[in-house]
Nanobody, 125 residues
Framework: QVQPVESGGGLVQPGGSLRLSCAVATAPGTIFITNATAWYRQAPGKQRELVASITSGGSTSYSDSAKGRFTISRDNAENTVSLQMSSMKPEDTAVYYC????????????????WGRGTLVTVSS
């Protein structure tokens, strides 16, 4: 079992900041490489949309709504990816999902498109 696990969601006031983290949980002994990690979000009644992504080499990209306000980063030592959100708006309210593009080396080689279960972010006064 290999799955990203999100943390850090919650309630924040407009203009405030919040930091989300994503760590890949695995069965003992699993060896893998993360090719790329992305944050998506899905607001009520809307389709899931890409917010930001980061490659294994550190290249980043952002949606237009996230540019200038959100920062995606990775900690290779901790094998985590974070999304720092600032100047938040009510329209940022959504369930935020972590997606990881993985290459599993052990116990067997395969690629894996892995989604977390999501963390709710609510921006409201």
């Amino acid at each position: 079992q290999v799955q990203p696990v999100e943390s850090g969601g919650g309630l924040v006031q407009p203009g405030g900041s919040l930091r989300l983290s994503c760590a890949v949980a695995t069965a003992p002994g699993t060896i893998f490489i993360t090719n790329a990690t992305a944050w998506y979000r899905q607001a009520p009644g809307k389709q899931r949309e890409l917010v930001a992504s980061i490659t294994s080499g550190g290249s980043t990209s952002y949606s237009d709504s996230a540019k200038g306000r959100f920062t995606i980063s990775r900690d290779n030592a901790e094998n985590t990816v974070s999304l720092q959100m600032s100047s938040m708006k009510p329209e940022d309210t959504a369930v935020y999902y972590c997606h990881a593009d993985l290459y599993i080396i052990h116990p067997s080689t395969r690629t894996l498109d892995a989604w977390g279960r999501g963390t709710l972010v609510t921006v409201s006064s």
